[in-house]
């Protein structure tokens, strides 16, 4: 019995660390853009023009510094979210599924001169993600959108 429940907890731990894949090294601002999105439909981004990925950017007024820090909160504000990397224009994060622990990459790029904050979220792993992406930063847009009041 104890053999049993220790090879079921061995091979959920080594489950749940293989549905995280690693950070792909596309992640980040590359000629003043994020990437592109895979020839898969778990992706959105704001910086495409392929229409089955694309997805407006949230907007703003005011100083960038509220609108990173509304961001921040934002994300924060969130169940299973680690901020990966926050620079001056730039946030990457990582959501992580409840049950399976498929980890998505979230990022932003503000644009202070067009008062424009740029979004990519796209799944590590599989092929799908029923829509999770695009709703995850609809979500996003309307706590953002409270909190730069």
Do not use: W
């Not at 979210?81 to 498929?102: G, L, M, Q, V, W």
């Amino acid at each position: 019995m104890k053999f049993e429940v220790l090879t079921l907890i061995s091979l959920a731990t080594v489950f749940a660390i293989s549905c995280s894949g690693k950070t792909p090294g596309s992640i980040g601002v590359k000629d003043g853009k994020l990437a592109a999105c895979p020839d898969k439909p778990n992706c959105v981004s704001s910086m495409t023009e392929d229409k089955s990925h694309f997805i407006e950017p949230f907007t703003y007024s005011g100083s960038s510094e509220k609108a990173k820090s509304a961001l921040l909160e934002a994300v924060k504000s969130q169940d299973r979210t680690k901020i990966i990397s926050d620079s001056d224009n730039y946030i990457h994060a990582e959501y992580t599924s409840r049950i399976f622990r498929f980890v998505d990459d979230v990022e932003f790029l503000i644009d202070d001169k067009s008062k424009t904050v740029h979004v990519r979220s796209a799944s590590r792993l599989g092929y799908s993600d029923m829509g999770v992406n695009g709703k995850r930063i609809e979500s996003l847009r309307i706590i953002f959108n409270e909190k730069i009041k």
